[in-house]
């Protein structure tokens, strides 16, 4: 009996050992609080780090007045590493309407990003029962007036009509702004109106490219060109956990060129490779038959002998779609969406209609300040 006891205890002993080995981090910090809680996140995960949740190990220090921070037990591996004030002490970090930290952060290797943060840029690597000193600046990630970007970005829109073999590609300024409750990407604008970094109302707004001009097939000649316009409406926006988010807007042509709208439902997963922030999208559309009829049918007065008259009513159509922002530098990135639209069978009944999907694809390269 007294040999498994003693077994017992080695093994007790052991397992006590384990969890209190591991390396030691001892973060100066430069510009830390004159008073306050300091919040440490160790991440050793590319997906979470990302979205700034479901870290590691998390530690909570009351500020010191030297500035030096000691953290222990951690993991041997590449890890990254996250200092935020608390400053309301709600044993959160603070976020605004679209997800950018309100509240103070630094991050290892003095990593400063201007998008999705990239694990391999504020990664290093730790071994097992070695002391790291990690120095960190901390700074308001938004500033005072929030993050810009300006560059130049590419809308296209392939073409579905009967005996067309040509693209609509536009070129177009490709601003960008993150403030606290604004979001401004290319062609889209979001303004936060009620809720949280979670869940929360908008309202939004999109360029919408024409579908066609006449001149691109036979079968449109005396329809008139389409014409571009801007979609406005509102939203919600539910940014789940593990970067799953759930997207519904409902916009109207508010010009006035169509006379209808659309509302869409997506699903969303966000991944991070190196620095590269991607993520693959499913959504389903509705278009009113003002839009859909504008897009895709055949009004009675120009009606012929090989195009009859079609009115396509409201209808639905489905989008699959991947995109990605690749981190060039802190202050450049690439930005890329593609999507393919599968159209309604309403859509594919038209006379004027060939192919029964549209691919459409986004692309902009913009410098952040």
Same mark, same amino acid.
């Given at each position: ?43 050793? +995960?590319?997906?979470?780090? /990302?979205? #700034? ?13 030297? /500035? !030096? ?20 002490? +709600? ?14 952060? %630094? ?26 000193? !990690? ?17 130049? /970005? ?6 579905? =009509? ?14 960008? =702004? ?31 490219? %024409? ?23 509102? /939203?919600?926006?539910?940014? %789940? ?6 997207? #519904? ?21 966000? #991944? ?17 038959? %003002?839009?859909?009829? =504008?897009? &895709? ?61 549209? &691919? ?10």
């Amino acid at each position: 009996m007294s040999v498994v006891k003693c077994a017992v205890g080695i093994v007790v002993a052991l397992l006590c050992i384990a969890r209190v080995s591991g390396a030691e981090l001892e973060v100066q910090l430069k510009n830390s609080p004159l008073r306050g809680v300091l919040v440490f996140q160790v991440y050793d +995960n590319p997906d979470a780090f /990302g979205d #700034f949740r479901s870290p590691m190990v998390e530690t909570r220090l009351a500020v010191s007045s030297n /500035g !030096v921070y000691r953290l222990d037990r951690i993991p041997a591996g590449d890890i990254a590493l996250l200092v935020y004030v608390d400053e309301n002490e +709600n044993r959160a970090l603070d976020r605004t309407f679209i997800g950018i930290p309100k509240e103070p952060i %630094g991050l290892s290797n003095n990593y400063r990003p201007k998008g999705p943060p990239s694990f391999q840029r504020a990664s290093f690597a730790v071994s097992e029962d070695g002391v790291h000193r !990690v120095d960190i600046e901390l700074y308001d990630v938004l500033g005072e007036s929030g993050q810009w970007g300006l560059g130049i /970005g590419v809308i296209g829109r392939s073409s579905p =009509y009967v005996g067309s073999d040509s693209s609509v590609v536009q070129v177009i300024p490709a601003i960008t =702004y993150f403030g606290e409750r604004l979001q401004w990407v290319g062609p889209s604008l979001r303004y936060g109106l009620l809720g949280s970094d979670r869940f929360r109302l908008a309202v939004n707004a999109s360029y919408r490219v %024409g579908a066609y001009e006449e001149v691109d097939s036979p079968i449109l000649m005396g329809l008139g060109d389409r014409e571009n316009t801007l979609m406005a409406g509102v /939203g919600l926006v539910y940014d %789940g956990p593990n970067r799953f988010d759930v997207d #519904f807007r409902y916009q109207h042509d508010v010009l006035d060129r169509i006379g209808g709208g659309e509302a869409q439902l997506s699903l969303s997963k966000g #991944f991070q490779t190196g620095n590269l922030s991607w993520g693959p999208s499913i959504g389903v559309n509705w278009l009113s038959r %003002g839009l859909a009829n =504008y897009d &895709f049918g055949v009004p009675g007065w120009a009606a012929t002998a090989v195009r009859p008259a079609y009115d396509v009513g409201s209808t639905v159509t489905v989008d699959v779609g991947i995109g990605g922002m690749f981190e060039i530098t802190e202050h450049w990135r690439m930005v890329l969406n593609v999507s393919a639209e599968y159209l309604g069978d309403e859509i594919k009944a038209s006379p004027i209609v060939d192919d029964g999907y549209v &691919f459409k694809s986004f692309a902009a390269l913009t410098y952040t300040f």
